[in-house]
Every structure is written in structure tokens, then in C-alpha cells.
């Protein structure tokens, strides 16, 4: 069973003259432990992509399977559990809760799908550990530098151990180094889990780490290549 | 909530800045309730306090007694129904002077020696009415008048003696003396022969569901309930009314400072509200701990006025300021005022609700 499947996607925004088109036939397999990287210029498509693929968009046309389930015409309900379920979001500059310790971002993803308990603290822990912050598990995202606070959402995205993970331009905003090592990280962790990665970036330089790399342009998927 | 209750620790000021704005209207709500207790207890006690149900006026005399005059027939009129007690009632404000000369003011309250009004007033009995003599209120007596003093009423000289003291009571920011109706038909008509019999109203006291329209009709009296004849006291309308528009104004003020700080912390927050949608957060709970946010702030803010306010009441209540402090006004003052908050918060909600998840993606526009 793939990690995400999708068919025939389109989806555009506006309508008559003013239309443009986000998503132009877009098809694309994701299986259990592969990283793909998209690339493209911005108005490509990527994070087009990147909605529809991650339950918070339904597309025109096309059908989206997420681990086996098809949420295509999910209602926006059907679309937050398939979010809580199945998916792990890493976000373009991190998105943390400001007001939560990097242990407590974890702790509240858990609780939104539902689960709460010692275990989860004890995953969450565990989690901060794999991703090097078991030192700085009690800061506030204002305490930690870009590539820290990239961790904490690495890990924050894995805690419901997802069976897709959808990473949003995640090194935009650190130095060469630290890019290539929270790719890096995300590389280990799609092996190791055995979760479907989709990585949306810009930078060119951290391609060699991923299993496929696709080019969008104007909505459609240009180029693929291994 | 576990996000909301670790943003409130964690903006604290801010909950801090709003909360002290929602405390301070607390006080002021609850200083105003015992206010209006207050005024209300001191336009209306020595009515409320006598054991009627009802009140039979002249027509088109709006409650008020001195605008009132009933006759012995229109007593009957009710007396004779069976179950009711109905006796006649005069209420008039005299000026006075005390034994030593101080001038004062009194409402006097005629009643029937031996009725049922008198025994009420009288304490069971154990404090009779004298041929010429008063019972005044504590009032009264705390500003220095006492057994066996007399009370010279101005113009007409009449001299009543004061024979006991009764609780307090006054009506129309006047304390209360109350004597035989005899007396106070002296006081007021004179010793004129056609004033026998007459009185200001009839104090009815009849069970529940006693027809009392068609008795009214024949005398051509009208008759209202006691509370309804608390509008008849001088200043009691337009008193309530004030405090009543000043507390409106409170609760008003309250609801919108919550609803544009609820607003504008919303707005701030846009960002992480879409973040936790696209967690997969239900809209529902988002909301739930938004609200829940604001109703703890609201609640805690609310006790904590209330409970200064309540403070500050004890010492007002001591002094002059008819200022009048119960739990239950306190409470329900309380209550609305965490009612009416939750209430401007609701317009922010469907900010919240609005939030589309698709935000938490950089450039998703």
C-alpha cells in the first residue's frame, strides 16, 4: 500500500480570464520509506501540492489515497482525522506553538489525535532524543536557534508515527550545514520508519539526499528522475 | 485546554491587563448593587416589611399614598371577603420636632389598633399601641429619640408620645413612626368630622387566587400588588431606573472590552489557530480552548473584583450612604456580568471558526 497516491490532480484558483491553474494533471506514487523532493520555482505547484496531498485542499478533479484511504471529497471534518491519523507536517520556518516547551509541542500533537498518558510523554522524550534535543527538551521555541526549532517540528511531526510525512521548504531559513543536516535527519527517519516523504524546497544542494527528485512547472510535473 | 491553560501562563500580562480592566467593573457593579439595594431599602423597606399581598389606591392615584384616599366603605369592600384581611393604611410625611427641639421628618404609617398590620409591627403583641402614643423604628431611635420622649408635629402641634421602638424601617428615605390610624388622621385632616374612617389605602392581605378585580370595581378602587406599589415611593422609580441604566452600561462596557480583546488576541494568534487545524485539531476544540481561555480569565477577574467590591461595601455600608449588601444581588451581579462578557466574546468566534488550516503551509496563498 502506498504512502500517498495521487491521480490526475487538478485544481486551479480564480475563475474565466482571471483562472490559474494550481495543479495541471498531476499524478504521483509515494511508497513507504522513499523520500521525493519537489522542486520548482514559486507558482510551480508545490504547495498546491503539498495541500491537496495533505487533507487541507480538495482538488477539482483526481483522486487523493492517503495510506489506502481515499479522502478525495472528504468532508473538512474526514480531513482534520486523516491530518491526525496518517500525516506528519514539518513546516516552512517550523511553526511552534510559542508558548509551549519543545516537549509540551510534542505532547499536544499527541493529545490532538487523541492520545495522552505516560507513554506518550515517554515517546516524546524519546523522539527529542533521536532528533539530538534531549538537553533542550524544556525550551520555548524563543530559546532555540532555526535549525533547534526545525528538530522539535521533525519530531513533533512524527510523534503519531504517520504513515505520510509532508515537509514544507524546512531549510529555508538556516546556513548550508544545518540544512543538509536536518535533511539528512529526515532521510534517516523515512528509512528507519518506513514513511513516505514528501519534501517541497527550493535548495538544489540537498537533492543528493533524496530518493527521487521532481521538478514542477506551471502545475505539472516535468521532470522526475532518480 | 492544554494549549489555552500554558498560553494563559504563558501571556499572562495580557490576560493580566484585560482581567484587572473586568475586575474593576466588577467592583463598580457590585458597589452599585449595594447601592441600589441600599436605596431601594431605603425608599421601601417599612412597606415591604408589612404583611400585605396587595394594595387597594384611589384611582389614578399611581401607588403613591399621598395622592390616595379610601373610605371605611372601600375597607368593607374587601374585609367582608372571606379569607382576606383588609384594613385601612396611612401613610404621609410630616415635618417634626423632638422633645429637645431638633426639627426632623418622619413618614407616619396609621394603622388599626389591634389589626393585623399592627400586630406585625407591634412584634406579636408584646408592644401595644397607647391611646396617643408611637412606635418608631430603629432609625430613629439610633439618631437619639427615646421611650417616653415626644414627637411635637409641626403646624397642627399634635403631641404623640413614643412608646416603643420597632425594627427598622422607612419609606422614601424617611424613617418610619407608626401609630394608631386615629392619630394619623389627626395629623393629617385635622379634627375635621369628615375624615372619619378615612385612610390613604387599603392593606389587603389575601390568599393566592382570591379574586380581588371584582371587589375593586364595585369600589372603584385600583388594586396592585405590594411590589407594584413600590412605584408609588417618592424617588423609587426614577432611582431604580438610574441604577439599574448604570449597571446596564457596566455590563455593556464589560462585553465589549472582552469581545475586542477576545478579537484582537484571535487575530494575533491566527497563525497558531491554523497550525492547530492543520494538526488535525477539530474547529471544536480549538474553540472550546479559546473560550474556556476567556471564561477562566472572565471568572477569576469576576471573583476577585466581587470579592473587593464586597470589601470595600463592608465599609461603606456602616456610614451614611443607605448602601445595602446581600449575597444573592452580589452573586447575580456576578453571574451577569460573566454572562454578558461570554456574550461580546462571541463575536470573535467565528474568527476562530473562519481560521482555514491551509495558513500553517508558508506559501500556500
Given at each position: 500500500m502506498s504512502s500517498l497516491q495521487l491521480d490526475d490532480l487538478y485544481l486551479s484558483f480564480g475563475d474565466g480570464d482571471e483562472e490559474v491553474v494550481a495543479l495541471d494533471h498531476v499524478s504521483l506514487t509515494i511508497e513507504p520509506g522513499e523520500m521525493v523532493a519537489v522542486v520548482g520555482v514559486s507558482g510551480a505547484g508545490k504547495s498546491s501540492l503539498l495541500a491537496v496531498a495533505g487533507a487541507l485542499r480538495s482538488p477539482a478533479s483526481g483522486t487523493v489515497s492517503i495510506a489506502g484511504n481515499d479522502?478525495?471529497?472528504?468532508a473538512r471534518n474526514q480531513q482534520a482525522q486523516i491530518r491526525r491519523d496518517h500525516i506528519g507536517f514539518v513546516f516552512q520556518s517550523s511553526n511552534l506553538f510559542e508558548a509551549l516547551t519543545a516537549r509540551e509541542q510534542l505532547i499536544y500533537a499527541a493529545r490532538v489525535a487523541g492520545r495522552t498518558g505516560a507513554a506518550v510523554a515517554a515517546e516524546a522524550d524519546e523522539l527529542l532524543a533521536e532528533v539530538g534535543l534531549t538537553d533542550k527538551s524544556g525550551r520555548r521555541p524563543g530559546q532555540l536557534s532555526g535549525g533547534e526549532r526545525q528538530r522539535v517540528g521533525i519530531a513533533r511531526a512524527l510523534i503519531n508515527q504517520p504513515t505520510l510525512l509532508l515537509v514544507d521548504e524546512p531549510t529555508s531559513a538556516l546556513d548550508h550545514a544545518r540544512a543538509r543536516e536536518i535533511v539528512e535527519l529526515l532521510r534517516e527517519q523515512t528509512h528507519s520508519r518506513g514513511i513516505g516523504t514528501v519534501l517541497v524546497t527550493h535548495d538544489r544542494s540537498i537533492l543528493d539526499l533524496a530518493d527521487r527528485v521532481m521538478t514542477m512547472r506551471d502545475g505539472r510535473i516535468e521532470a522526475s528522475e532518480d | 485546554m492544554y494549549l489555552a491553560l500554558r498560553e494563559l501562563k504563558y501571556a499572562w500580562g495580557r490576560f493580566a491587563l484585560v482581567g484587572s480592566v473586568i475586575g474593576l467593573v466588577a467592583i463598580l457593579t457590585v458597589m452599585l448593587s449595594g447601592l441600589a439595594s441600599g436605596l431601594v431599602d431605603d425608599g421601601i423597606s417599612g412597606l415591604r416589611a408589612l404583611p400585605v399581598t396587595n394594595l387597594a389606591f384611589s384611582p389614578n392615584s399611581h401607588s403613591t399614598f399621598t395622592r390616595s384616599t379610601v373610605d371605611s366603605d372601600t375597607v368593607s369592600a374587601f374585609a367582608d371577603i372571606a379569607g382576606v384581611q383588609a384594613e385601612p393604611l396611612g401613610v404621609g410625611i410630616f415635618n417634626a420636632k423632638l422633645t429637645d427641639g431638633t426639627p426632623t421628618e418622619m413618614t407616619l404609617f396609621g394603622v388599626e389598633p389591634g389589626g393585623y398590620l399592627a400586630g406585625s409591627i407591634t412584634n406579636g403583641g408584646q408592644l401595644a399601641f397607647e391611646s396617643d402614643g408611637v412606635v418608631i423604628s430603629q432609625g430613629l431611635a439610633d439618631s437619639g429619640v427615646d421611650v417616653g420622649d415626644h414627637i411635637v408635629l409641626d403646624r397642627s402641634g399634635l403631641d404623640m408620645a413614643v412608646t416603643a421602638v420597632a425594627s427598622e424601617a422607612t419609606y422614601g428615605h424617611v424613617a418610619v413612626v407608626y401609630a394608631p390610624i386615629d392619630l394619623w388622621r389627626q395629623a393629617t385632616y385635622g379634627s375635621s368630622p369628615n375624615s372619619s374612617g378615612l385612610a390613604s389605602a387599603v392593606a389587603i392581605n389575601a390568599p393566592g387566587g382570591t379574586d380581588l378585580a371584582a371587589p375593586a370595581t364595585r369600589a372603584n378602587v385600583d388594586v396592585v400588588t405590594k411590589n407594584e406599589a413600590y412605584s408609588g415611593s417618592p424617588g423609587y422609580a426614577a432611582e431604580t431606573s438610574t441604577m439599574t441604566l448604570i449597571r446596564g452600561f457596566l455590563y455593556v462596557i464589560a462585553a465589549m472590552i472582552l469581545g475586542a480583546f477576545f478579537t484582537v488576541w484571535t487575530i494575533q494568534r491566527r497563525q497558531e489557530i491554523g497550525l492547530q487545524k492543520a494538526l488535525g485539531a477539530s474547529t471544536r476544540s480549538v474553540l472550546i480552548g479559546s473560550l474556556g481561555q476567556v471564561l477562566l480569565v472572565l471568572i477569576a477577574a469576576t471573583t476577585v473584583g466581587a470579592l473587593i467590591g464586597y470589601a470595600l461595601g463592608l465599609v461603606v455600608a456602616g456610614g451614611d450612604v443607605p448602601f445595602s449588601l446581600q449575597p444573592g444581588p452580589v452573586l447575580a451581579a456576578s453571574a451577569t456580568l460573566v454572562l454578558t462578557g461570554m456574550a461580546g466574546v462571541l463575536v470573535g468566534v467565528r474568527r476562530i471558526t473562519r481560521v482555514d488550516p491551509i495558513i500553517a503551509l508558508g506559501g500556500a496563498e
Open positions: 479522502i478525495t471529497n472528504a | -
